[in-house]
Nanobody, 123 residues
Framework: QVPLVESGGELVQAGGSLRLSCAAS????????MGWFRQAPGKEREFVAA????????YYVDSVKGRFTISTNNAKNTVYLQMNSLKPEDTAVYYC????????????????WGQGTQVTVSS
């Protein structure tokens, strides 16, 4: 059973918005930092955003600051990534992940991963 299930990815025009969701399946992630990563074709996986369990501390890669917002609803075991002002370079498969390391931006420190959701931004 995949512990994290992403949804919300689709084809959108540049300048548009999407909200990705990541739901925990079969367990809770109490105390974990939750992160979003992305991987474009032919490129390395890239950290996008992370949020501490309390929801009060967030981290972003510079390229999405001011455009993306990560949030969490612990009652629903769900993490969101609101993406505004999307650009073609945001096109990638987006993955949700969970880490015991607070505020981690290193994918190797994330133990649980979803299967990903495709985001495609057309110019």
């Amino acid at each position: 059973q995949v512990p994290l299930v992403e949804s919300g990815g689709e084809l959108v025009q540049a300048g548009g918005s999407l909200r990705l969701s990541c739901a925990a399946s079969g367990r809770t992630f109490s105390g974990y930092t939750m992160g979003w990563f992305r991987q474009a074709p032919g490129k390395e996986r890239e950290f996008v955003a992370a949020i501490g369990y309390s929801g009060t501390v967030t981290y972003y890669v510079d390229s999405v600051k001011g455009r993306f917002t990560i949030s969490t609803n612990n009652a629903k075991n769900t993490v969101y990534l609101q993406m505004n002002s999307l650009k073609p370079e945001d096109t990638a498969v987006y993955y949700c992940a969970a880490s015991r390391t607070f505020g981690s931006r290193n994918g190797n420190e994330y133990s649980y991963w979803g299967q990903g959701t495709q985001v495609t931004v057309s110019s």
